[in-house]
């Protein structure tokens, strides 16, 4: 049985960090690409950051470039997202995903496998 467990979010202030963890079990860790996708409170989910199985290739959403920074520990079965400089509107449910598919990193249905997401509130 896959399992994603998300960890590490909490309540910051504006311009503080948090660094969200997804640990990974049940499946061939290395095979898949990862990817965090957060909700915000009545909207849709959205793309944020993929890694590539390797870690050598990052993806990024406009708004997580150069604040954001998705990683991941293969002996650890674990991907991270180190998140800077944050803002109120990255208030969000985060997600920890995995696909094995290579394309389509933005595309939230190309996903397979979901974790139970994390709370991160941004106070202003």
């Known amino acids: 049985q896959v399992q994603l467990v998300e960890s590490g979010g909490g309540l910051v202030q504006t311009g503080g960090s948090l660094r969200l963890s997804c640990a990974a079990s049940?499946?061939?860790?290395?095979?898949?690409?990862m990817g965090w996708i957060r909700q915000a409170p009545g909207k849709e989910r959205e793309f944020v950051a993929a890694?590539?199985?390797?870690?050598?290739?990052?993806y990024y959403a406009d708004s997580a470039k150069g604040r954001f920074t998705i990683s991941r520990d293969t002996a650890k079965n674990t991907v991270y997202l180190q998140m800077n400089s944050l803002k109120p509107e990255d208030t969000a449910v985060y997600y920890c995903?995995?696909?094995?598919?290579?394309?389509?990193?933005?595309?939230?249905?190309?996903?397979?496998?979901w974790g139970q997401g994390t709370q991160v509130t941004v106070s202003s």
């Open positions: 995903a995995a696909k094995q598919s290579d394309w389509g990193h933005e595309r939230l249905y190309a996903y397979s496998y």
């Open positions: 049940g499946l061939t860790f290395s095979s898949y690409v």
């Open positions: 890694i590539s199985r390797s870690g050598d290739n990052t």
